[in-house]
Every structure is written in C-alpha cells, then in structure tokens.
C-alpha cells in the first residue's frame, strides 16, 4: 500500500510539472510588435512620440524598422513585420487584394515638395503642375537627387517623370539610394533639387539650405495608411499586437496628436489625421 501511494504520489508530482511547463507556453502574450514603416514617419520624430504611448497603454514592445515603402511592404508581403505604416496607396492595394493584409485604415496625410536652392537655376518657383517643374529642371540639366530606393517618395517621383514623358538620366539626375533626411542633405550640399515629404522638410530644415520651390499640385498629396499582416497567411505574426497598433493609430487620441504634432516647432502641423475619411475626399 505504502509502494502504491508512493508511485502514486511521484506520477502527480510528474504530472504538476508537466502541465507547470505548459501552462505558461500556451497563455504567454506576445510582447514584440515588428513595425515596418517608411523613413519619414522616423525622421519626423512622429514614432518618437506614438511609440511609448502605445507600449504604455498595451503593454506590447515594438520593434519599428524605418526603410523605403517598397522594401516595408516586401517584409509584410513576406510575413517578416506584423503591421505597416506606408505612403504609397498604388503599392499597398495589390497586398490587400492578395489577402496578405487586413484592418487597411487611412490614417493622415501630408504632401509632397519640390525643394532646390534658393537661386533656382531651373526657374521652376511657382510652377503649379509638379510634372512641368520636372519639364523645366530635365531641359536645364539642372542638379536632381533622387532617393532611388523605391520609398512612397520615389514612386510619386517616378510616376512624376512619367506624367513629364520623361526618363531621367545622365550626371545631372543622381540617386542616393538613401532615406529622405540624407537625401535632403545630399541635395542641399550639392545645390540640387528633390522631391520631399513636408514633414521630413520642415523637420530638417535648420540643417539645409534649400527653399520649397513648388507645392500644391493634387499629384503631390502624401497618403498614409496603416495595416495589419495577414496571421491567415503567415503563422508567425503577432495578430493580436498589430491589430492593437491599428486601432490604436486610427484612435480619437492618437489623432488628436498627430493633428497637433509640430504646430509648436514650425507653426503648422507636420501631417494631418484622416482615420474614417476616404482617399476621395481628400482629393478634393
């Protein structure tokens, strides 16, 4: 009897143990969200800011790596970031229609600037459409920096050279092949043009020297969203903290903050919130 119970005994012990190393294996939360996102919302400080809010409120890490668009939609594509914040519309569609993301939400909007030094060699100041400021600085063979990395910023670029009828190439079209706060230095070094996001302008701006030439076209309107990767598609995303990360951007809170973002540095916000609006509208 004394045998049985202690056999008995020994079997619960191993039992205890192995539900003890399971328990924690299946009820553990994921802490780390992987953010793939576009330099821009990196240069401008904004993540400085959003970030520690969000880790605070859910308790989730997140882990933002800042490259073009092109490449942060590549690592959703391939299941290798959980949630995307990037400024290319045309780009992040096919994704969507592909089921490789969901919880889609437009979040804020800037636009996009055609700088250059202030003696504007190429006369394009006051150009109104961006297409024929491009006309004007290919017929100079005046200086362009372009990124060249495929980011939101370069694809607006080249669908801007495309409306010109135009290939760029030659010495005075150069690439940097680097996000939009080195490019801007590069071109101000270099007294060239480039196009930029507003907020990465105004955000550099005490480090450069070069003047928004032209702004306002419908073709340089800058459009964020935020979406979540597909857990459908890849098993290994964090679900539950990319689709907090979505909500929480698209939050009254969150677009308050954004709305007031940079007013008190340069006088006027550095993006505009725009969660519950539609592309449409803002074209308008």
Not at 3 to 24: D, E, M, S, Y
Not at 53 to 82: H, N, R, S
Not at 98 to 115: E, S, W
Not at 173 to 183: D, I, K, L, N, V
Request: aromatic share 6%; net charge positive; no cysteine.
């Amino acid at each position: 009897m004394v045998k049985r119970r202690v056999t008995l005994g020994i079997l619960l012990l191993l039992l205890a143990g192995l539900v003890v190393g399971i328990v924690p294996a299946i009820s553990a939360k994921v802490t780390d969200v992987i953010l793939a996102t576009t330099t821009s919302t990196v240069d401008t400080g904004l993540l400085d800011l959003l970030i520690p809010k969000f880790e605070a409120q859910t308790g989730y890490k997140v882990k933002p790596i800042g490259v073009g668009t092109g490449q942060a939609l590549a690592m959703g594509e391939k299941g290798e970031a959980d949630v995307l914040l990037t400024h290319a519309p045309a780009s992040e569609k096919p994704l969507l229609d592909k089921g490789l993301v969901t919880d889609y939400k437009l979040v804020m909007h800037n636009d996009f600037v055609i700088v250059g030094p202030a003696d504007d060699p190429a006369k394009i100041k006051g150009t109104r459409v961006a297409a024929d400021a491009f006309r004007k600085i290919a017929a100079a063979g005046a200086l362009f920096v372009s990124r060249g990395d495929d980011s939101g910023t370069h694809k607006t670029e080249k669908s801007l050279w495309q409306k010109a009828n135009l290939k760029p190439g030659g010495s005075w079209y150069q690439e940097s092949g680097s996000g939009m706060g080195q490019t801007l230095l590069i071109a101000s070094e270099k007294r060239g043009y480039t196009l930029t996001d507003r907020g990465t302008y105004l955000a550099q701006k005490k480090n450069i020297k070069l003047d928004i030439l032209v702004e306002g076209d419908k073709d340089l309107l800058n459009i964020y969203h935020v979406m979540a990767v597909n857990p459908a598609k890849f098993a290994k995303v964090n679900a539950a903290g990319a689709r907090a990360f979505v909500e929480f951007m698209v939050s009254p809170e969150i677009q308050k903050l954004i709305g007031e973002f940079g007013k008190d540095k340069y006088g006027s916000p550095l993006f505009f919130p725009d969660a519950g609006r539609s592309e449409d509208e803002l074209g308008k």
